[in-house]
């Protein structure tokens, strides 16, 4: 018995070339404040930010400014990097060739995004383009990939399209196929071997 095919799909920098995006919201939040510029090299912590692509915001900036700022101090980083996130998005949109391959993709099986970012902002961006009739469900979790990857390997036969070391770890750890896409995204994957297609519209699926 053939298993359910399960097409998984990170976002930023895998189905639409945002990763810049979010670089520029993030440094443009941190520099106003001065406690963080005396303490870190903010382009370099943006660069590592956008790098760990595939875990929420909240966790990593969390992780970072814990012992640097106050609760309230980390809240306001979140939610004016979110605002800046919003405002430098609006017209963004999925590509018309992205959301027809999404279509194809639902016709041969069940298509899930899987990100670090929000629910809300995806739903807006895929919304322009009439793409949330071709997605199953768009999840996002401080969990992480692995945890969802392992979830519907159980259930079907797993194809993860990602651009990040992050998400290429978690499908290793899940014993998922992963597919690195490399055409809206300058992240790097030390010591890669597996497949690449500039995008998922170069997938075939015979």
């Known amino acids: 018995m053939n298993k359910t095919k399960i097409f998984v799909f990170d976002f930023d920098g ?11 919201a993030l440094f443009e939040t941190l520099k106003k404040d001065e406690i963080i510029k005396k303490q870190i090299n903010i382009e370099k912590y943006c660069k590592d930010f956008i790098r760990e692509s595939g875990i929420s915001r909240e966790k990593k900036i969390k992780k970072r400014f814990k012992d640097i700022l106050n609760k309230k101090n980390i809240e306001d980083i979140i939610y004016n990097y979110s605002s800046k996130v919003d405002q430098f998005s609006k017209h963004l949109q999925l590509s018309i060739e992205i959301a027809e ?3 194809n ?3 041969n099986g069940e298509v899930y995004i899987l990100s ?3 629910v809300s902002e995806i739903t807006k961006i895929c919304d322009k383009s009439n793409s949330l009739n071709y997605v199953n469900g768009i999840i996002c979790s401080p969990s992480g990939k692995e945890k969802f990857l392992k979830i519907f390997s159980n259930l ?3 194809i993860f399209f990602g651009d990040s070391e992050i998400d290429y770890k ?4 899940s014993n998922t196929d992963f597919i690195r896409i ?3 995204s300058d992240l790097q994957i030390d010591n890669y ?14």
């Open 14 to 24: 895998t189905l639409i070339r945002s990763n810049e995006i979010k670089y520029k």
């Open 170 to 173: 978690a499908s290793i750890a």
């Open 193 to 206: 071997q597996g497949k690449c297609l500039n995008s998922i519209c170069d997938y075939n699926f015979f």
């Open 156 to 158: 079907g036969k797993v």
């Open 105 to 107: 993709f639902k016709k």
């Open 182 to 184: 490399t055409g809206y």
């Open 101 to 103: 391959s999404l279509k």
């Open 116 to 118: 670090g970012g929000r």
